[in-house]
């Protein structure tokens, strides 16, 4: 014991030691590498299925654990929905303390991502907080205010004025388009 505490070395690096890998999986790594410097875009599930088209047995999880171990991510660019303009004006926040208790008081709006299997298809949609209920909705494969000033407008027309609209400040809903048509 007195060893370890001069060498300053943890009890449990003393007694642990790391089991090599399998020769299965050594293969299985291989093959994950030279995919993976084909397609860098191969998540573990992707890279799976690539694995078990030759007749490998190998689940997701596995997968996962050995690209993990190599250090293997998938590079893919990821959305980013909630961009703010630096020229579009802020708004503040209304509905601290607020009790929402009815129909038609509180809409609000966001933007999320639908990833398919080249990009993505970004969906908007107008919602009561009341009701929960959504109001409207669009689809586009752009991050432009059209379709967010296209969805607000069919809300509007189908189900009158709320008293308060609730977004993030995204570039998409603090533009002049849109909230000329709250206003």
Avoid at 56 to 83: C, E, F, N, S
């Amino acid at each position: 014991m007195r060893q370890c505490t001069l060498l300053q070395l943890n009890r449990s690096g003393v007694y642990y030691w790391p089991v090599p890998e399998s020769e299965a999986n050594l293969e299985l790594m291989r093959l994950i590498d030279a995919q993976f410097l084909e397609a860098p875009y191969y998540g573990s599930r992707q890279m799976t299925r690539h694995l078990r088209r030759p007749g490998h047995d190998v689940g997701h999880k596995r997968a996962r654990r050995l690209m993990a171990g190599m250090g293997r991510r998938a590079i893919y660019q990821k959305p980013r929905t909630t961009v703010p303009h630096p020229e579009h004006r802020k708004y503040p926040y209304l509905l601290r303390d607020l009790v929402i208790d009815r129909p038609n008081q509180v809409w609000c709006s966001d933007i999320t991502y639908i990833p398919m299997r080249k990009g993505f298809l970004y969906l908007v949609a107008v919602m009561d907080w009341h009701t929960r209920k959504v109001l409207s909705w669009r689809l586009s494969n752009t991050m432009d205010a059209a379709f967010c000033v296209e969805a607000l407008r069919d809300a509007l027309v189908r189900y009158g004025t709320p008293e308060i609209f609730n977004t993030d400040q995204g570039s998409q809903f603090t533009t002049p388009r849109f909230t000329e048509v709250l206003e």
